[in-house]
Structure formats: structure tokens, C-alpha cells
């Protein structure tokens, strides 16, 4: 927490990062929003000096759902370290999101699980409106900091579409679609995001949470999202599973017990320019650090490099031509 | 293993490392000296291109006693991962350097436990020298790779004296002090290693083993010796203990929970130059990748600045004057 895992801000430079995401409920109940606020927020905190984003907490309080209690003034919940009883409304979420002094806040949102009722996800996009209303109300306009409304509406489309025309009504600096990639199949995401993101305010970013592998990200900017967050990169680097041009590589595979070529050929990353991926699967099989170092700065610098070249490919107008190109480059290691 | 731990190479060069040591068993036992000879040797390998210096095996097999077997042609011993039957001989030792392409290799030796009899421990110095006779008879002359002798001769003055001569004799690019912080008195280990180090050749490095904590460092050189090597500082780091110019500092201490200094306000390193001990506290806390990675490059550029102001002390002369600020400086934090 207050961690990209596995890296220094150094290294997050190299890479080329541009923003980084934390966590409003983990810095929440630990080291605490008002310790960060003595030192003058995240950003001083961590030592990063570019955006930040911050989530509301709605997501981790959503995973710990059978530790929580939704109700209208917000959610009462259970700290996962010591049990602890805590709350946290809305108003509370700017709050902390303010004092973290993040760049980008998100609004507290009622996650809905996979499957629901479409009652329950009436009631839930309706609480999340509501929500949004009194997050925008609290929010104190003078610290240049921007707030994004979250689309709930689970995997309906009209509900989707209600709720943008409440969230534009009140009117936000971004918004996201939440409450995708909870486990429902893979197309209907992409169908959900497809047509919400088509009636989204287009002039604004449109963000799509906690989404995704390689192949998301292409497929989500081809329907017209703008911005991702996800584990993925950085968890799967420390469970070995690298990402290149050309698939995915599971390090610990004996195939590459002898083999002095870098991860990703055609990558230019410190790991890929001083590692070979026989070294990369003995630090793994050692359990060494130094493997969740260099995979996360692999996977990152995939990451990184793929949405550059996706906007490179906008800017030029082909990206249609690239996604081709993309697809084409792939193939089964 | 092929990793200062937590360190990338990039890391170690900022904190000016010169040279870094390997572990021969580890390497051994995995991922094999012969595929790291594929790579070219060890420094390909990792990616290091400055010195390295590998020992010989015999601490971790002596470590592991109760697997291991002495006798005159080698140590049998089994593999701390699989149980694997293996077997090292002080031919076997340097083949093995040989393949790695380290620039020191050590000789194995025959490592004793504290306390021993005088007869064991004139056994197994006697061993030691047979060794280190068949170590340099076998030795390939022609890599550029330098071979250390091992003092042995347990707490004996007059037993490493004539362990010196042996070594002599046969004539080594460099002399080490072995069989020495294997839990002795801190008083015996200085009385040893001073005696010992009087009469070892003043032309040659003399090399302190295993050895220590900063004040070891100082109170080494102030006995004559020249290099050392030890876990203490990446293994302290991973467990929240920094070293600093006015003494130690355990991390997880609540006193640091809001402490916005860094770890030591006279220190240059990145993670004095950007990070207060309340957040080096949070990561600990959290158990954070970033923690060990932060602290590790920290106590290195300790660790290494201590040696580097030593070296500037002992080339002015003033290395008496140098040791007496040192202990100055100190104070219990």
C-alpha cells in the first residue's frame, strides 16, 4: 500500500509511468488518512510526483462484503487487519481522497455482484447516484483536485444509460464504469462497456475499473475507453507470468532453463536488456526479490508501452490497423 | 542466489559497490555451475560486469554439518533442496569457481565448529593446508582468476601461525581469515583476528570472513584487515534494521509512525533522499517488497561509505583519528 508493488519511483520513471493508482480503504486504515495529510499528502508521502489516482474504497469493501453493511448514510464495515468497526460514507471518502490530496478521487460507489436481481440493481445504482450527488456536494472545489462519477448499473444497459444521465446531470471530471469484470463472462463485459461507453460524455476520460489483461485494454480503447487500472500486471510479474508482444510466458517453465534470450525480444526494458529468461526463472525458482522486481518492471514496461502505442496509433488515426497488427503479432509460446 | 538480495545491478552500482560475493554451494546446487559456464560465466549471468569474489562452498556445507561428511579426498554432503548425494573436493571447489568466472576464488577449506578440541582443531587446519595445496596445484593459471588462501587453526595463535605458513608456502593471490564470528566471544574473534592478522604477509589482501557489524569493519582494519564480507547489512534491511552514523535503528519501532526525518540525516542514499522513517515504517508494516528493497539500499550505502571514508582516513593517515570520531558519532538512539 502507498507501494507499486516491487518498485521504486525510480524505476515507475523508467518505465515511463504517467499515473499511479492507491488504495483509498488499505491507506484508510492503515497508515491512516490524516498521518498522510501531516505530510502534505500521498505524493510527498511516497515520493512520486506525478498524478495519482485514487480509488473510493467501495471495492475493497465491496470484496469484503460479508464484513459490511450498505445502507443509505454509506457503508459500516470491518477492518481486515484487526476487526475494527469503521464507517464511511461518501462525504467520508472525499474527505480522506482530499487529504491524500490525489489528482484524480473517485466517487464512493455500492458495488453490485454478478449475478443480482435487476431489483437489486435498481436499488444499488440508485444508492450509488445518491451517493455521487452528496460526493460532488462535500467536495471542496479549490484544491484543483478532479472527482470522477462512477456508471453502475450492472450488466443492463438501460440501467447503465439512467445512470449516466444522473451523473451527468450532476456533472463530474471523468467518468468510469464500474462494477464490470466481477466475474461475468468476457463478451458480456465487452458488450456492457461497449454500450455504455458509446453514450458516455465524450469530451471527458472514460475509465473502465480494474480491467485488464493485454487484450482488454485493446479491445476496451476500441470501444472508446480511455483510461484502465489493474493488478494484473504487477501480480501476475510476481507469480512469474510475463507479457510480451507475442503472448504470455510462464517463467517457471522448464523450457527456459537454459535459454539466454531476454523475456521479450523485441522489448527494450532494463530486464529485457541484462536478463536472460533462464536467470529470470532461477531468481523465481530461488524465490529471490530481485524476480518480482525485474517481472514487474517487464510487465509494466509492456503495459506502459502498449497504451503509448495505442495512442500513437489514435493520433495517427490507424488504430485499426494496428489492432490488426496486434492480434497478428501473437501467437502460442 | 546470483543476487545481492533486493538489489538490482543498477541499485549497486548507484551505491557504488565494487565487488560482490556469491555463494559456490548455492550456484552448485542450483541452477548448476556448468549452465552458468553457458553463459559465459557468472558475470553475464547475473549481468554484474565488476569484480566478484566466490567462496568455496565450505561455510555451507559446514553449516549444514550434520548432512555433510569430511573426509581427505572432499566433503560429501547432502543438498539442503532435494537430499541429493553430493560431493565436493577442493578440485571439485575450483572447477566449479573456474566456471562461474569469478575474479576471487577461495579455497575450500574445512571449517571448525567452536569450541573444538586442540586436536581437532590441528586435524582439521592440517586438512585445510592439504587442500589448499591440491586447490592451487589444480588451478588454471591462465583465467586471470585469483585463489585466497583460508587461515584456519581454530583460537589457536599458534596454530594459525603455522596455518600461515603452510599457506605461504604454496603462496596465494590473497590470505583469508577463516573459522573465525562462528560464535566466539566478540573479545576472542578481535584477539584472534588481531594476532593472526600481525603475522599474515602485509603485501597481500588480508580477508576477514563472515564478518561483521560496522563496528567489526572498523575495529578490523584497525587489526590490519583489508576486505570483508557479511549478510548483516541486506539481511538487517529485510528485517527493518538500519544502520546509521549515530547508531541502530529498528524501523517497526511506533516511535517512527509520524517521523518525518529520513533514516539517517547525513546520509545521501535514494532512500534517505526521498523517504521519512514513517513511511519506511508503513512499508515494513505492510510487508512490502518496497521495504526490503528501500533498506537494503540503504545499509549497502552504509556499508560501503564506511569502507570508502576508512580507505580516505587510512590514505591521509589518519585512521586513528578517523576511528575515534566514528565512535563519537555514535550515541543510543
Known sequence: MATVKGMTPASLHEIKAQIILANTYHLFIRPGHDLIKEFGGLHTYMAWDKPILTDSGGFQIFSLRDLAKITEEGAAFKSHLDGAKLFLSPEDAVEV????????????????????????????????????RRSRDVQNRETGQLLFGIVQGGMHADLRAQAIDELVEIGFDGYALGGLSVGEPKELMMEMTEKTAAIMPQDYP???????????????????????????????????MLFTSTGRLVIKNAQYQRDQRP??????????????????????????ILS??????????????????????????????FRKEYYAKKEIV
Open 206 to 240: 472514460i475509465y473502465l475499473m480494474g480491467v485488464g489483461t493485454p487484450d482488454d485494454l485493446v479491445e476496451g480503447v476500441f470501444r472508446g475507453v480511455d483510461m484502465f487500472d489493474c493488478v494484473m500486471p504487477t501480480r501476475n510479474a510476481r507469480n512469474g
Open 97 to 132: 481522497q482530499e487529504a491524500l490530496g490525489s489528482d484524480i478521487m473517485m466517487c464512493l460507489d455500492t458495488c453490485i455482484p454478478h449475478p443480482a436481481t435487476r431489483e437489486e440493481v435498481i436499488d444499488a445504482t440508485a444508492l450509488t447516484g445518491r451517493w455521487a
Open 263 to 288: 523475456v521479450d525480444e523485441s522489448c527494450s526494458c532494463y530486464t529485457c536488456r541484462n536478463f536472460s529468461r533462464a536467470y529470470l526463472r532461477h531468481l523465481y525458482m530461488s524465490k529471490e
Open 292 to 321: 518480482s522486481m525485474l517481472n514487474t518492471i517487464h510487465n509494466l514496461h509492456y503495459y506502459v508501452g502498449l497504451m503509448e502505442d495505442v495512442r500513437k496509433a489514435i493520433e495517427k488515426d490507424r488504430f485499426m490497423q
